[in-house]
């Protein structure tokens, strides 16, 4: 019964986009994305540049807002949250749906007070509170033993990979259920991407993943689930071991197989 119920609980799912396509202008870049994204594990969006994924991760935040001429048409579903609906407030939309960039961006303030910053931004002044949220933040992106003697210190001074993990804790600092990772490791070296695998695959615990990627090692090593995109459209989802050993679409095959991309 117990083992039911987790089993049911795991396999939840989160994010729901029904019959999703996205328009930059008159260029149709998302067509007819239907996607279930699952409960605490790690979805990774694979295919060639241009493809879409990226796009497509946008569309789960509403970031893709910001760009002017852009339309969406069908659903995406978060819980029963549907993000595509003019009514949705933004600001807790991306509270709720955090995101990490190619490039990490802290801003060029105290390794403190870019973890403070959301929290502060959403109307906690208590300081012990927010030291609380500071430490605990850092210790769950791994970079508190590293910076806990120089929270006063200008975050953009730390190297790549540190920066990397202090924009992720300053994601989870405002508790999001989700995380939407781009490229993250792209910039990095191998020690501190691996840092950062193990720590997505800790993080999956907690929070749901969905992480965009060229690498095809990175995609099998950390997450649950792949899709892969080809021309805005996903060609294929399934578990990442099927992706990756017995995909059942030739164009995956190519894809991983590295005859294009
Ligand atoms: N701001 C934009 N305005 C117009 N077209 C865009 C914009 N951003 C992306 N596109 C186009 O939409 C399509 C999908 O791009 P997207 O960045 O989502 O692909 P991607 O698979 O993430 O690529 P990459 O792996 O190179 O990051 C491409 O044809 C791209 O040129």
Sequence with gaps: MTVTLLKAKKEQTVIQTENLNFYYGKSHALKNINLDIKENQVT???????????TFLRTLNRMNDLIPGTS????????????????????????????????????????????????????????????????????????????????????????????????LARVLAVKPEIILMDEPTSALDPVSTAKLEQLIMELKKQYTIIIVTHNMQ????????????LNGEVVEFASTNTIFTNPKKQQTEDYISGRFG
């Design 44 to 54: 990774a969006l694979i295919g060639p540049s241009g493809c879409g994924k990226s």
């Design 72 to 167: 969406t048409e069908g659903k995406i579903l978060i819980g029963d949250l549907d993000v595509t609906s003019p009514d949705i407030d933004a600001v807790d939309l991306r509270k709720r749906v955090g995101m990490v960039f190619q490039q990490a961006n802290p801003f060029p303030m105290s390794i403190y007070d870019n973890i403070a910053y959301g929290p502060r931004i959403h109307g906690q002044k208590n300081k012990q509170v927010l030291d609380e949220i500071v430490e605990s933040s850092l210790r769950a992106a791994a970079l508190w033993d590293e910076v806990k003697d120089n929270l006063g210190k200008i975050a953009t001074g730390l190297s790549g990979g540190q920066q990397q993990r202090l924009v």
């Design 218 to 229: 990175q995609a099998a090593r950390v997450s649950d689930e792949t899709a892969f995109f």
